[in-house]
């Protein structure tokens, strides 16, 4: 073959790389290997079709999560899968958000209360769940360990005038946990949230904007979690949930290539200042080791 030949074979191919169509998320989120995968991590009262249906819901609600880098997508909506939890704006929350850094738009993934509430009394040993804003005009005391909030709806009841969230778990048993967050506790937790964070820096909405009395209600919900035997859906809930109040500038997170490799990276920490090295023990107080257990090797992507 003369050069002239090979130089328009090479054209010909790049005009049809050219042509072909690019993998979109809408093109790989109605894909059959996305909806095999879906298929094992789901649970039953959940169907691979509905959750794909509500994940279409909010790529409509929200445009620019389709403009979201595609391993980062769906590595939010494979973290939803295993939660049980469907992101549909009450449960959990796809949040798009720019790393100018890099360039790109990422996804991310925000647990609501309801979303909460709804694993703990699904797979916990909790019969109901009260939790409710505290306002001026409210009544509110402690009987003995026991939380009485008496709610005053003909007074306004708005993020103005709550003064915090009363929160009540009741369990199968009949024993009662309680507690009541000052909305100063509730907003210095939000103002380490990385979603709102930058979301005010960018003079984008999150849900701490659009749904503070919610996001509140979870903060409250959060901390009686600290009492509860729960499942490890509900575990894993609230593991996802805390990536959201890392204390770290959230211009440096890095770019998502894979989605195995997003969901293998750990957590960022805050960088502490090295200790001083403390002497090594005698034999005899040299610590047992600990077993060593193999992970399991982390799901193929859904690409």
């Not at 402690?142 to 009841?157: F, K, L, Q, V």
Request: glycine fraction near 4%; charged fraction near 25%.
């Amino acid at each position: 073959m003369s050069n002239n030949q090979t130089t328009e074979v090479a054209k010909q191919t790049a005009t049809q790389a050219a042509k072909k169509p690019q993998a979109t998320i809408e093109s790989l989120l109605t894909g059959e290997r996305f909806a095999a995968r879906l298929k094992s991590l789901l649970p039953t009262y959940l169907p691979p079709k509905t959750f794909v249906q509500i994940v279409c819901t909010q790529l409509r609600k929200t445009p620019k999560l389709a403009k979201c880098d595609p391993a980062s997508f769906f590595a939010r909506l494979q973290e939803c899968a295993e939660t049980g939890l469907a992101p549909n704006g009450r449960h959990a929350y796809l949040v798009p958000f720019e790393n100018r850094k890099q360039g790109t738009v990422e996804c991310q993934l925000l647990i609501g209360y309801k979303g909460l509430s709804m694993l703990a009394k699904r797979y916990g040993e909790v019969t109901n769940i009260y939790c409710e804003l505290w306002c001026e005009a409210d009544e509110l005391r402690n009987d003995t360990g026991e939380i009485h909030h008496i709610i005053n709806y003909a007074a306004p009841r708005n993020e103005e005038t709550m003064l915090g969230v009363v929160c009540v778990v009741t369990f199968k048993d009949g024993t009662k946990q309680g507690t009541v967050v000052q909305k100063s506790e509730i907003n210095a937790i939000r103002d380490r949230a990385q979603s709102y964070r930058q979301a005010k820096a960018y003079g984008k909405d999150c849900p701490w904007m659009t749904d503070y009395g919610e996001m509140a209600k979870k903060t409250a919900f959060r901390r009686v979690c600290k009492w509860l035997d729960l499942s490890p859906e509900f575990e894993l809930a609230v593991e996802k949930d805390d990536a959201d109040y890392i204390n770290a500038d959230f211009t440096d997170v890095p770019a998502q290539s894979a989605v195995k490799q997003v969901l293998s990276k750990p957590a960022p920490k805050q960088i502490a200042a090295k200790p001083e090295p403390k002497p090594e023990p005698k034999p005899e107080e040299q610590p047992a080791e600990e077993e060593f257990v193999e992970k399991e090797p982390i799901p193929e992507s859904v690409f």
